[in-house]
Nanobody, 127 residues
Framework: QVQLVESGGGLAQAGGSLRLSCAAS????????MGWFRQAPGKGREFVAA????????NIQDSVKARFTISKHNAKNTVYLQMNSLKPEDTAVYYC????????????????????WGQGTQVTVSS
């Protein structure tokens, strides 16, 4: 079983940047797909970006792809979400998730395919 711990959230001004980290421990494997999701107050949890430990970048939400970047450091078992040009609508709790399903290669935005979740980290963007 893999465990995930997010960090790096906080308060930022519109136009600013934050980098989120997701440290994985336990039974990590190169077969895993790692995803970032977010949940704004009163809304459902939505997909942000995904990457594979072994294969690299998979997918990113259209509304953030010009501003956010997902990356990984295999030796550190850590996945990052670099967020630039932040907007107030980016305010949400950001979650890291892991899944081993082969279907994630084609459905990286499918929340139900991720089996392990972190506790979330709050990102608040002020205008």
């Amino acid at each position: 079983q893999v465990q995930l711990v997010e960090s790096g959230g906080g308060l930022a001004q519109a136009g600013g940047s934050l980098r989120l980290s997701c440290a994985a421990s336990g039974r990590t494997t190169s077969a895993y797909t790692m995803g970032w999701f977010r949940q704004a107050p009163g809304k459902g949890r939505e997909f942000v970006a995904a990457i594979r430990w072994s294969g690299g970048f998979l997918n990113i939400q259209d509304s953030v792809k010009a501003r956010f970047t997902i990356s990984k450091h295999n030796a550190k078992n850590t996945v990052y979400l670099q967020m630039n040009s932040l907007k107030p609508e980016d305010t949400a709790v950001y979650y890291c998730a892991a899944g081993a399903s082969a279907r994630l290669q084609f459905m990286a935005d499918e929340r139900s395919l991720y089996t392990t979740w972190g506790q979330g980290t709050q990102v608040t963007v002020s205008s």
